[in-house]
Structures are given as C-alpha cells and as structure tokens.
C-alpha cells in the first residue's frame, strides 16, 4: 500500500512539473504573444507516455485497495465494538 502511495505522488510530483512548463511555456510575456499564437498552430510536439500500468495491473492494485480499506474498517470496528464492552458500565 505504501509503495503504490509513494508512486502516485510520484506521478502526480511529474504531472505539476509538466504544467508548471507548460504555464511558462504559454504565459504572454512583452513581445511573445505572436510566438504563443504559433505555438498553437503547430502540432502538439510532446507526445504522452505510454501507459505505466496495463489494464490488469489496475484491476489487481482495486482489488488490493478495496481489501485494504475493508480489513482496516473491520479492525476499527472490532476495536470500537471492544471498546464499547469494557466501558459498557462508565
């Protein structure tokens, strides 16, 4: 679980450096609003990667999540139920 959290913020760490160029790419300074109008003439010249995970991969990563978060609410449960036991007569 800690893995794949550390690869999303990975991926989203990479996802806000690409706007952040993409902003200065396109933010008008004096004298640079003709080149920001050329550039959306052109065609797209950053392509996209390929996909880091295949459709199987996020299935299984679902599936693991899912079994994650349904052990953690049954121990919080089990604990809350517990609790309520021993201090039943407070």
Same mark, same amino acid.
């Given at each position: =679980?800690?893995?794949?959290?550390?690869?999303?913020?990975?991926?989203?760490?990479? =996802?806000?450096?690409?706007?952040? =160029?993409?902003?200065?790419?396109?933010?008008?300074?004096?004298?640079?609003?003709?080149?920001?109008?050329?550039?959306?003439?052109?065609p797209d010249p950053i392509?996209?990667?390929?996909?880091?995970?295949?459709?199987?991969?996020?299935?299984? =990563?679902?599936?693991?999540?899912?079994?994650?978060?349904?052990?953690r609410n049954k121990e919080?449960?089990?604990?809350?139920?517990?609790?309520?036991?021993?201090?039943?007569?407070w």
């Open positions: =679980m800690e893995h794949l959290l550390r690869e999303l913020i990975a991926i989203n760490r990479e =996802m806000l450096s690409e706007i952040k =160029m993409l902003r200065q790419s396109l933010s008008p300074a004096a004298g640079q609003a003709q080149k920001t109008e050329q550039f959306f003439d052109q392509k996209s990667p390929p996909p880091r995970y295949t459709p199987e991969d996020l299935e299984d =990563m679902h599936g693991s999540l899912v079994e994650g978060l349904k052990q919080k449960s089990n604990a809350f139920s517990e609790f309520e036991k021993r201090h039943k007569n």
